[in-house]
């Protein structure tokens, strides 16, 4: 039976320490928590959150059912699915192509339905269609979302239809023009697993998601999956599969109904998403949600070739605050030492030894582990000297995506809420030692910890900072009162892949770039995004970083093939400067050394693709 649950409205609670305690009829023992509430100054603000259309993107054009937006146009059906789409190329791919090998169809008992509806709002950032069809056995209301990088949210309303009759199927049916899409990524929670090259070959049904088990879901749920080229292509995701009726045989997977399937036919490629895999009665409304997205999503900013070229890149990996991957702001919440990074990139004369007498005079402690304050003078070296050098493009390393260090203060009030979580034990408010401070984990980017995230990286970008993230991959969550998470039948709980939140924070953080960068100190973005192209998440980014994967001393070419390279670290079909890391080490003699950073040069740059240049340290 599924666990039986009670909430309880509080509101929001003046600062204090406070006591749950919860007695359960017929047992002796009582539940008992602590918890404190501490408001801080970022809580509810709107860094980032703007309906400012912002170059390289154009507002959003309608005509009638037209709907258009930089480099792509899309015409509505009645429900609001796409009838055509038509994508221009990024760099040398030529003007507008029609992705469709046929309208998009929404099929209930195999038969499509058809809708209708109409644009209800439209504005240079947002447009809203919403349409209607019926069927004896369900009536559906769509709400489709434009945005102006052209994603669509498709908020899909299933209603008991009126014959209150049996539906035995309903499906997504997404018609592609097959020579058009070479290349395919599939994505599910975590990285260096994914699927990403060649679409696999084959007539008739010949893939869907069972062949792709990774164990993250119940079923086998898929949160996305693009096909393709090197510029144009297409992509459906989820968070999850609430709302769909799962047909799961727990022990065989093999007679589990596909969640996704692809079916080659002539001409056509067409991906289907089964949402209702078993027959049902609807007897309750019952919502669900998912996006769509073809690509370019954006233009390649100008002189983008010439990053780490002719316009030089420091991409810091010092670490000026507690933790080595997850503080948000420098030791001590001081930002001084980044007033004098932005002083010396301005090419003013900034005294290292003078900087650190000042700051250790404040931060130092007795008692304080020497190795912690050699490592800290020795970051702040780095920084200054780096900034000195006066690089075009610079950023640093501020958030490993799903964890924050336990020295904010923050981490301790919104533990539960943001790891998604209860912990067993408070956790201890010092714990910096040398080789950083402990961590909590960040699971489902739910609003507040967007909230605390942006407030300080303003601080950053303010300063001409650039911000760095590792590891974007999409995350599960399993809170389902903070995230679209939700129980099953059998009292387990279905994950969220938190794709919505995950586009909506690194969004604001482009937004945050694009509008406090100074002029004279740019602060430029990057995602490391290894194995994880995904073009919803990575429109909101200046610059990938592929390829930490596959590290050694052998040939490139034998290690990334070039349809991987051409799926996933170009970075056209998202409008991203490309790098990556492929690092070369463990060569035994300088002429194996010299022999495969020739082969990283060649497989790369065949690509327009560049290595990672950046200043190591820490």
Same mark, same amino acid.
């Given at each position: 039976?599924?666990?039986?649950?009670?909430?309880?409205?509080?509101?929001?609670?003046?600062?204090?320490?406070?006591?749950?305690?919860?007695?359960?009829?017929?047992?002796?023992?009582?539940?008992?928590?602590?918890?404190?509430?501490?408001?801080?100054?970022?809580?509810?603000? !709107?860094?980032?959150?703007?309906?400012e259309?912002?170059?390289?993107?154009?507002?959003?054009?309608?005509?009638?059912?037209?709907?258009?937006?930089? /480099?792509?146009?899309?015409?509505?059906?009645?429900?609001?699915?796409?009838?055509?789409?038509?994508?221009?190329?990024?760099?040398?791919?030529? &003007?507008?192509?029609?992705?469709?090998?046929?309208?998009?169809?929404?099929?209930a008992?195999?038969?499509?339905?058809?809708?209708?509806?109409?644009?209800?709002?439209?504005?240079?950032?947002?447009? =809203?269609?919403?349409?209607?069809?019926?069927?004896?056995?369900?009536?559906?209301?769509?709400?489709?979302?434009?945005?102006?990088?052209?994603?669509?949210?498709?908020?899909?309303?299933?209603?008991?239809?009126?014959?209150?009759?049996?539906? !035995?199927?309903?499906?997504?049916?997404?018609?592609?023009?097959?020579?058009?899409?070479?290349?395919?990524?599939?994505?599910?929670?975590?990285?260096?697993?994914n699927?990403?090259?060649?679409?696999?070959?084959?007539?008739?049904?010949?893939?869907?998601?069972?062949?792709?088990?990774?164990?993250?879901?119940?079923?086998?749920?898929?949160?996305?999956?693009?096909?393709?080229?090197?510029?144009?292509?297409?992509?459906? $995701?989820?968070?999850?599969?609430?709302?769909?009726?799962?047909?799961?045989?727990?022990?065989?997977?093999?007679?589990?109904?596909?969640?996704?399937?692809?079916?080659?036919?002539?001409?056509?490629?067409?991906?289907?998403?089964?949402?209702?895999?078993?027959?049902?009665?609807?007897?309750?409304?019952?919502?669900?949600? $998912?996006?769509?997205?073809?690509?370019?999503?954006?233009?390649?900013?100008?002189?983008?070739?010439?990053?780490?070229?002719?316009?030089?890149?420091?991409?810091?990996?010092?670490?000026?605050?507690?933790?080595?991957?997850?503080?948000?702001?420098?030791?001590? &919440?001081?930002?001084?030492?980044?007033?004098?990074?932005?002083e010396?990139?301005?090419?003013?004369?900034? #005294?290292?030894?003078? =900087?650190?007498?000042?700051?250790?005079?404040?931060?130092?402690?007795?008692?304080?582990d020497?190795?912690?304050?050699?490592?800290?003078? &020795?970051?702040?070296?780095?920084? /200054?000297n780096?900034?000195?050098?006066?690089?075009?493009?610079?950023?640093?390393?501020?958030?490993?995506?799903?964890?924050?260090?336990?020295?904010?203060?923050?981490?301790?009030?919104f533990?539960s809420?943001? !790891?998604?979580?209860?912990?067993?034990r408070?956790?201890?408010?010092?714990?910096?030692?040398?080789?950083?401070?402990?961590?909590?984990?960040?699971?489902?980017?739910?609003?507040?910890?967007?909230?605390?995230?942006?407030?300080? &990286?303003?601080?950053h970008?303010?300063?001409?900072?650039?911000?760095?993230?590792?590891?974007?991959?999409?995350?599960?969550?399993?809170?389902?009162?903070?995230?679209?998470?939700?129980?099953?039948?059998?009292?387990?709980?279905?994950?969220?892949?938190?794709?919505?939140?995950?586009?909506?924070?690194?969004?604001r953080?482009?937004?945050?770039?694009?509008?406090?960068?100074?002029p004279?100190?740019?602060?430029?973005?990057?995602?490391?995004?290894?194995?994880?192209?995904?073009?919803?998440?990575?429109?909101?980014?200046?610059?990938?970083?592929?390829?930490?994967?596959?590290?050694?001393?052998?040939?490139?070419?034998?290690?990334?093939?070039? #349809?991987?390279?051409?799926?996933?670290?170009l970075?056209?079909?998202?409008?991203?400067?490309?790098?990556?890391?492929?690092?070369?080490?463990?060569?035994?003699?300088?002429?194996?050394?010299?022999?495969?950073?020739? !082969?990283?040069?060649?497989?790369?740059?065949?690509?327009?693709?560049?290595t990672?240049?950046?200043?190591?340290?820490?």
């Open positions: 039976n599924a666990p039986r649950t009670q909430e309880f409205p509080v509101g929001d609670l003046p600062d204090g320490e406070y006591r749950l305690t919860v007695a359960a009829e017929g047992y002796h023992r009582r539940f008992v928590r602590t918890f404190q509430r501490t408001h801080f100054p970022w809580e509810g603000n !709107t860094l980032g959150i703007t309906d259309v912002l170059p390289p993107f154009e507002p959003i054009k309608v005509k009638g059912n037209n709907v258009a937006v930089v /480099l792509r146009e899309h015409t509505m059906d009645g429900l609001g699915l796409w009838k055509s789409v038509k994508a221009a190329g990024n760099v040398s791919a030529g &003007g507008p192509r029609e992705l469709l090998a046929g309208p998009m169809a929404l099929r008992d195999g038969k499509s339905l058809s809708g209708k509806g109409e644009f209800v709002s439209t504005q240079p950032n947002l447009a =809203v269609f919403e349409g209607q069809a019926t069927h004896p056995a369900v009536i559906v209301k769509t709400r489709s979302s434009v945005e102006y990088d052209g994603c669509m949210k498709v908020e899909m309303e299933l209603l008991p239809g009126a014959k209150k009759r049996e539906l !035995t199927s309903l499906w997504l049916e997404i018609p592609l023009k097959d020579d058009l899409m070479p290349l395919w990524h599939v994505a599910t929670a975590g990285l260096r697993q699927p990403a090259g060649s679409t696999p070959t084959g007539q008739g049904d010949f893939w869907d998601s069972r062949k792709f088990p990774d164990g993250n879901w119940y079923g086998n749920f898929k949160p996305y999956i693009w096909l393709g080229a090197e510029e144009r292509g297409l992509c459906w $995701f989820a968070d999850n599969d609430r709302g769909w009726e799962l047909d799961v045989d727990p022990k065989d997977p093999d007679k589990t109904a596909p969640c996704l399937a692809l079916n080659r036919t002539g001409k056509a490629l067409t991906l289907r998403v089964n949402f209702i895999q078993k027959p049902v009665t609807l007897t309750a409304p019952r919502k669900i949600v $998912f996006g769509l997205m073809a690509s370019p999503a954006k233009p390649m900013r100008e002189g983008w070739r010439k990053v780490s070229l002719t316009e030089r890149h420091t991409h810091s990996m010092s670490y000026l605050g507690d933790h080595v991957c997850s503080a948000k702001t420098p030791h001590g &919440g001081d930002f001084s030492i980044m007033d004098k990074m932005r010396a990139r301005r090419g003013q004369k900034v #005294d290292n030894e003078a =900087v650190w007498k000042e700051w250790s005079a404040k931060h130092v402690k007795p008692g304080m020497p190795k912690l304050i050699e490592r800290f003078h &020795g970051m702040i070296n780095l920084e /200054l780096w900034s000195g050098n006066r690089p075009d493009w610079f950023c640093y390393y501020f958030d490993e995506y799903h964890s924050t260090c336990q020295t904010h203060p923050e981490s301790h009030i533990q809420e943001w !790891t998604g979580g209860e912990w067993l408070p956790l201890q408010k010092e714990l910096l030692v040398p080789d950083g401070a402990a961590a909590i984990n960040v699971s489902g980017l739910v609003r507040s910890h967007q909230d605390f995230a942006c407030w300080y &990286g303003a601080e970008i303010r300063r001409g900072i650039g911000l760095y993230f590792d590891n974007s991959f999409l995350k599960r969550a399993y809170d389902p009162l903070t995230t679209s998470a939700y129980r099953l039948p059998n009292g387990d709980i279905q994950p969220s892949a938190g794709v919505w939140a995950h586009r909506e924070y690194q969004k953080i482009w937004v945050l770039h694009q509008t406090l960068s100074p004279d100190t740019p602060a430029r973005m990057m995602v490391h995004m290894t194995n994880t192209q995904l073009i919803p998440t990575m429109v909101w980014n200046e610059a990938n970083l592929d390829l930490e994967w596959f590290y050694g001393p052998d040939p490139q070419q034998s290690k990334y093939a070039h #349809d991987l390279l051409r799926t996933e670290s970075g056209r079909q998202a409008g991203c400067v490309p790098l990556v890391i492929a690092e070369v080490n463990d060569t035994k003699s300088e002429a194996e050394k010299a022999r495969a950073f020739r !082969t990283q040069f060649g497989t790369m740059m065949v690509h327009d693709i560049r990672w240049n950046c200043n190591m340290a820490g």
